[in-house]
């Protein structure tokens, strides 16, 4: 074997060829002739989850094709290959950091000892398998498809899941990211209309799924297809605390929504000491479509963190409000063609030798 691998070294060489030499050392307890395959781990090889997200009409399910962006640089093209993605990564540590002492002194707080925090933002994960020499019809792997669950096996171990692809792909040895079709889900979802007027007119289709938990998604950039239209881009994070997972569509210019200051019933007085400023705002809500809407509008008043500054709410058109964040949201079912309209009003006390801004 060693003889073998001199001449093979010295033969790639002379044709400035990359190689390794692999020695391995087999143990049997009796003389045997069995088949022998060997695995091995490099560190040249990611992949990243993404997806496209597809809804054709909003009595339609979401289309979510689920995908990989694998890039490799081993100086080794993956020819005809079976990928299993792992969301296991060996490069990171596996060890629980450990809290140190904690020490105050006067105009000083200091920690004694550190520990590295891991850096998941990317979401990129170095547990790429392959297995060579597939029989099956191989993907060049620039021109994906989607992939039905008879062509992928997923495997859920405790801390990790593996996606194993049965259809086989080719992918170049030039770090260069080439997408890997994972799997294709339809998803059962409402649809619910989103607009915060004060920060953009504009109103935004929501998807919200439920029956999401089973799916094996993790962090990562979509593509977003309304009526076969491109919108752009969304980030989906299935880490949610939340039971609903929602997903950004896009704008729908059917349903206009505008927000206006209403100057008739907005003031600006002295009253001794204090100054009050009032100001009224006047949120309306069309829906041009031919079919019903939901729509969630979200507004706010100020609140006061000084003592010296009161803040009242005088009108609020019946929204839900949160007094701790002065937070107000209001639920509109919208017939076809109808429009309605809602009345925003806070008031805002401060001494009048102190400079408050109030919008």
Known sequence: LDKINRQLNELNAQNDIATSTIKVSVTANQRVNVPLQMSYTVSQARWQPFYDIRVEDTNDPVNLVYKAKVYQNTDETWDNVNLTLSTGNPSISNYKPELQPWFVDYQQSRLDGSFMMEDTEMMEFDEVMVVEDSKA???????????????????????????????????????????????????????????????????????????????????????????????????????????????SIGRDPGIIVTRELQKDYSSNSLFGNNRKETKSWKIAVRNSKNTPANVFVEDQYPVSSNSDIKVELEESSNANVNPVTGQLNWNLELAPGERRELRLVYSVRYPKDQNVMVH
């Open 137 to 247: 019809q191989p993907i060049r792997a620039k021109k994906s498809r989607a992939l039905g669950r008879e062509n992928v096996t997923i495997t859920q171990q405790q801390t990790t899941t593996a996606f194993q692809i049965k259809i086989p792909y080719t992918i170049p040895h030039d770090n260069q990211g080439y997408d890997v079709s994972v799997m294709n889900h339809e998803i059962a979802s409402d649809y619910q209309y989103a607009t915060v007027p004060k920060l953009a007119s504009h109103v935004y289709l929501l998807a919200r799924i439920t029956d999401w938990s089973n799916l094996n998604l993790l962090p990562g950039d979509a593509n977003i297809y309304f009526d076969q239209t491109y919108q752009g881009k969304t980030h989906l994070d299935p880490y949610t605390s939340e039971d609903t997972l929602s997903v």
